[in-house]
């Protein structure tokens, strides 16, 4: 597509030897639609015999977006792009990869973890499987993952769900050129961003503060709509 246009893209931040590096997986189209799903919080229960507030809620509302991302390598080559070396060695692959890879855990297949995780099975055949309960079995995280719409939309998010469907491949090592995949993920509440223990905590906290700031301010703009009719149907004022 000529000319520039703002696109959507989700960022994960890998650990490496050095640095925290950026995994930015950024949109080739950005989707046609989305839907952004809500769900309002339980009430709050109180003992039996006592009324609670009708309006009061145990915590805030879970959100959550789906929507499907198409690809294709042979724009990415046609366009003469700096990645288009990478589009036509492998294909789609290493973006699909990079999908992917928003699902696993963090260091799930690194040295340490498999270290652990030898040492572990090691001792408890050695003990006869007694001691199971006690073995330095690895604890897997996934990755904090911030989603990214726009200016007014950067919030952390868990990814909950990702089917890719390939569709075309090339002839050389069959890397497939043309897929799309259907992405489905929760944003993370306050809660859950004060929990995290990566180095993304703290971003991920910046992050959805600024975004319900954004939100707020466009609902306080929504005044501006206001119609008086209906404003002197109501039976007060």
């Known amino acids: 597509m000529p000319g520039f246009y703002l696109r959507g893209a989700f960022i994960q931040f890998m650990p490496t030897f050095l640095v925290p590096l950026p995994n930015v997986i950024m949109f080739q189209?950005?989707?046609?639609?989305?839907?952004?799903?809500w769900k309002p919080s339980s009430p709050v229960?109180?003992?039996a015999g006592n009324k609670s507030n009708p309006l009061a809620v145990q915590s805030l509302p879970a959100e959550s977006f789906s929507f499907t991302l198409s690809m294709d390598s042979n724009d990415t080559i046609?366009?003469?792009?700096?990645?288009?070396?990478?589009?036509q060695a492998t294909g789609?692959?290493?973006?699909?990869?990079?999908?992917?890879?928003?699902?696993?855990?963090?260091g799930a297949f690194s040295s340490t973890q498999l270290v652990g995780t030898v040492s572990s099975a090691l001792s408890s055949?050695?003990?006869?499987?007694?001691?199971?309960?006690?073995?330095?079995?690895?604890?897997?995280?996934?990755?904090?993952?911030?989603?990214i719409w726009g200016p007014a939309r950067i919030v952390p998010v868990r990814i909950t769900g990702l089917t890719i469907t390939e569709t075309l491949y090339d002839a050389a090592l069959l890397n497939p050129v043309h897929a799309e995949a259907q992405v489905s993920f929760d944003v993370l509440t306050p809660?859950?961003?004060?929990?995290?223990?990566?180095?993304?905590?703290?971003?991920?906290?910046?992050a959805y503060t600024y975004s319900q700031a954004f939100r707020q301010a466009m609902a306080l703009a929504n005044?501006?709509?206001?119609?008086?009719?209906?404003?002197?149907?109501l039976p007060f004022g």
């Open 29 to 37: 189209y950005n989707p046609e639609s989305m839907t952004h799903t």
């Open 45 to 47: 229960v109180t003992e």
């Open 191 to 206: 809660d859950e961003v004060t929990t995290l223990q990566d180095a993304l905590s703290q971003v991920a906290t910046v």
């Open 92 to 106: 789609l692959y290493s973006r699909l990869c990079a999908l992917e890879m928003l699902l696993y855990p963090t």
């Open 223 to 233: 005044l501006a709509n206001t119609v008086e009719s209906v404003l002197g149907m």
């Open 125 to 147: 055949a050695a003990s006869g499987g007694a001691t199971q309960q006690n073995t330095n079995v690895p604890q897997y995280m996934t990755p904090t993952v911030l989603f």
């Open 78 to 87: 046609a366009d003469g792009l700096a990645t288009a070396p990478l589009a």
